[in-house]
């Protein structure tokens, strides 16, 4: 009875954590400022649809890019897997 309610605790915990509230379009990193900020390029997924990337060094931003109905782009700038742009921003990159 006693692991049941500990394990009742934790999960509680979990799912509470799991609805904190952050504003994800403010980059927290060593220099906060709003992403809209950071220069994005586009990588090309798998399938062949754009996706906005940006590299913020440690950080990093993957959203699809739509057009204004909702829609995926897919362009067809680049082979799938591959990036267009300068999407790599001035905190370098660790790895």
Not at 32 to 44: F, N, P
Request: charge should be neutral.
């Amino acid at each position: 009875m006693q692991s049941f309610r500990l394990i009742a605790i934790v999960t509680a915990a979990l799912v509470l954590a799991a609805c904190e509230k952050t504003n994800k379009t403010i980059d927290i990193g060593i220099n906060t400022h709003s992403v809209s900020q950071l220069k994005a390029g586009i990588w090309i997924d798998p399938q062949g649809c754009d996706q906005w990337i940006i590299d913020d060094g440690v950080e990093g931003y993957l959203s699809a890019r739509l057009d204004k109905y909702g829609k995926p782009v897919c362009s067809g700038i680049a082979a799938p897997t591959q990036t267009v742009g300068k999407f790599k921003n001035w905190v370098p990159d660790p790895l």
